[in-house]
């Protein structure tokens, strides 16, 4: 390979058609209250190990919607199951419920 | 809707394409990206009965200064005066660009004129006092790619090959890219507007190609100027590329054809540099996507040596779509000279099929 001196850009268009959405289905099953998330990131703001590894529960919203799985995966290991979000949540999504259920369907997926 | 609707509509995106005896502006660049590219368009409207008149006084417009943000405005359309001022001087009145930058420069400062009078008595003022010129405003402006198209049928008729694979008796399967200031900046002032650019897909038709849409079909080439001039920013430029190539890849195309200055030249060198970064190919059994001007294809279709076309200076290959066309040519003369004299040949890439 040759080194021009420049590099590419990997692409950072969402290409719906490429998602999986099995999982988002596995998941919204078990736990509904994933549909009445308003996106205000207090559970984020709130987390315990958000404060140590970046894990970030809004953004996992977003990659379950675009069907991004492999980047779930990486992330779901970083949760310390605190249930700190789930205190704060406005709306009372069962968020220990819902990293279960993601646990879960990785599981059924492999 | 009703069809006699529908063809109103379409009559408000044609342009008028003057018929003959034009006033032809080389482009700076494209001598060195596509050498045979102009020389071609001149062999052909020549051989179609067409007066083409060139002035060697003729400049850049500075357009790719003025793109670049090294040229002030005020004087690039003292620039583009001057070469209203060439034209006047020449006793014509129809202005044609081979450059699409140009073209879009020549639009832009038109449109100035047309809006803000007083500008342009400011321009006037300022070329007469640097040159003592003064230019009659062109009755009709049009691009190179804007008279081949109106002369398309014409090409059609007179040419000896049709876009059709020989073997298969298919179309053969074309992309086609439109220079962003072709119709971009000013809708009106291309063949289908911004929104249905037919320029280049009314050749491609006449001459029994297919056209293939894809979802990347209006993203810039990669170009952009600042994108590419500084060494640092080539990674836009060439991402932007990548993006079309990975987006028109699964609808295998067999030719891309353009009609700007830098369009054919980055969708044909980078990918060459993306197979040397990433070993990715985009054509058939790692051939690349081969990549022409409207030019050098009519004079494919015309029956012209692909070599007198410039087509052996390509950085993907284009004997592939020949062979599959029919066209004849010799690959022993692939490196000679207009003399005969071998010029050298360039290393094979390590990716890249090489011919």
Redesign the interface.
Known sequence: ??D??????R?R?LDYDRGDFRFLRIVRAMEPSLDVCIGCGSCTATCSAGHFTGFNIRKLHTLIQRGDNETIKAELKKCMFCGKCQLVCPRGVNLRNLILAMNRAIEQLG | MKREGKKLIWDEYQKEIADDNYFYVRSCVRQNFFPGAEKTFLRYMKELGRNVFENPSHTTCSGIGYHSDIVPFETAMTMVARQFALMSEAGYENFVTSCITSFGLYSEVLETWHHFPEIEEKTRVHLKNATGREFNKPKNLAHASDVTFRLRKEIAKAGKYRLVNQITGNPIRVVEHIGCHYSRMFPSKGVGGAEYPYVLVGMIEEWGGEVIDYPERRHCCGFGFRQYLV??????S??AS??KF?SMKPYKPELILTNCPGCPMFLDRWQY??S????TTYGENSQGIPVMTYEELAGLILGYDPWDLGLQVHQVPVEPLMDKIGIPYDPEKKFLDKDGNFMGKPNSP?FLKFY
């Open positions: 390979m040759i021009f001196g420049y590099t590419l850009t692409d268009q | 060494k640092a920013n080539r990674g836009y060439i991402s990548k993006k990975d540099t993306i040397e970064m990433e070993g390590a």
